[in-house]
Nanobody
Framework: VQLQASGGGLVQAGGSLRLSCAAS????????MTWFRQGPGKEREFVAA????????YYADFVKGRFTISRDNAKNMVFLQMNTLAPEDTAVYYC???????????????????WGQGTLVTVSS
């Protein structure tokens, strides 16, 4: 599956953004869809996932109820609604997909074989 992320931009602290990830090639219904991010000088880190089996959602602790991951299988898209953004949320955000992921490896970037190109989110203070 090919992925293309969009929706990033510049926003003030406390603001909101909605990231989108458009998939092509295959329907995402059978995939675990995940958002990662990579801040300046930092390693790529897990943000949120929507598991393929049952549709359960999982979030990094730093999300603290501010972000929501969702999917629209009919449109073949995944979204990340980000509210109450802070400067430390500044990063390039990537969407990723895996059709054979197991729960225990969900937070590892190495578990994913399809990646979007990333979209930059900049939060000013």
């Amino acid at each position: 599956v090919q992925l293309q992320a969009s929706g990033g931009g510049l926003v003030q602290a406390g603001g909101s953004l909605r990231l989108s990830c458009a998939a092509s090639g295959r329907n995402i219904r059978g995939y675990t869809m995940t958002w990662f991010r990579q801040g300046p000088g930092k390693e790529r880190e897990f943000v949120a996932a929507l598991f393929r089996s049952g549709g359960n959602t999982y979030y990094a602790d730093f999300v603290k109820g501010r972000f929501t991951i969702s999917r629209d299988n009919a449109k073949n898209m995944v979204f990340l609604q980000m509210n109450t953004l802070a400067p430390e949320d500044t990063a390039v955000y990537y969407c990723a997909a895996s059709g054979r992921l197991i729960l225990s490896t969900m937070r590892s970037a190495a578990s994913y074989d399809s990646w979007g190109q990333g979209t930059l989110v900049t939060v000013s203070s």
